[in-house]
């Protein structure tokens, strides 16, 4: 069963915690991506990664940290300097050149306690 | 900086209509525009994808255009069904395969 799977899809942090949301995909792509998604509001990218370790910022990068050591893995960091982290957090992949289409995870949904 | 805008913001019609959702953008060197659906509490759900080169893609009861001329894109569905009820985004992609959403059209399909 071909996808990409996001975990877990609840999360809740504690006031200065760092928080990692999972991501992972099995259909072989090479480009991964972070996006941020406020109520009522369309998606932000936080970080993308073209190819296994590299990655670059997107346009609301500060607070985050990503890795990517593996093809198919790539975890977002919600560090303590997020101060504004409650959000809905979407994981992307596609093939990686300039016209493939991105496919989506279903979400982990941030919230501060 | 690409801006896209998407109006209206939410949409409510009863069964049966065809209605067509409007996306607007600033910068028109893209590579190509993509429609996503989104149920609520759900990922994205990629409906149409355009190419650059193309003026529109048909997919079912949807069918998309794309004018870069004008800087816009519409989104019509025919025959709308209660089950076509969800949230709309049109995606641009300027460069590098990175997308520039607009904030969505809800919409709800009343029976």
């Known amino acids: 069963d071909g996808g990409i799977t996001q975990s877990p899809k609840y999360l809740f942090r504690k006031e200065g915690q760092n928080v990692t949301l999972s991501c992972e995909q099995n259909?072989?792509?090479?480009?991964m991506y972070w996006y941020r998604q406020d109520p009522g509001q369309g998606l932000r990218l936080i970080y993308y990664s073209q190819i296994v370790n590299d990655f670059q910022k997107g346009d609301i990068a500060e607070g985050y940290s990503v890795s990517r050591e593996k093809k198919e893995s790539f975890p977002l960091t919600v560090t303590s300097a997020q101060k504004n982290p409650t959000a809905f957090y979407l994981c992307?992949?596609?093939?990686?050149?300039?016209?493939?289409?991105?496919?989506f995870g279903a979400g982990t949904r941030l919230s501060v306690l | 900086k690409q801006e896209v805008t998407q109006i209206p913001a939410a949409l409510s019609v009863p069964e049966g209509e065809n209605l067509v959702l409007n996306c607007s953008f600033t910068?028109?060197?893209?590579?190509?525009l993509q429609w996503f659906r989104q149920d609520p509490g759900k990922g994205l759900t990629s409906l149409l994808l355009?190419?650059?080169?193309?003026r529109e893609q048909t997919s079912g009861r949807l069918n998309a255009s794309l004018d870069k001329s004008s800087g816009r894109s519409t989104l019509y569905i025919a025959a709308s069904q209660p089950g076509d009820s969800a949230t709309y985004l049109c995606?641009?992609?300027?460069?590098?395969?990175?997308?520039?959403f607009g904030g969505g059209t809800r919409l709800m399909v009343k029976p």
């Open positions: 910068d028109s060197a893209i590579y190509n």
């Open positions: 259909l072989n792509h090479d480009a």
């Open positions: 355009i190419q650059s080169s193309q």
């Open positions: 995606a641009l992609n300027n460069a590098g395969n990175m997308l520039t």
């Open positions: 992307a992949s596609s093939m990686g050149g300039g016209t493939n289409i991105q496919y």
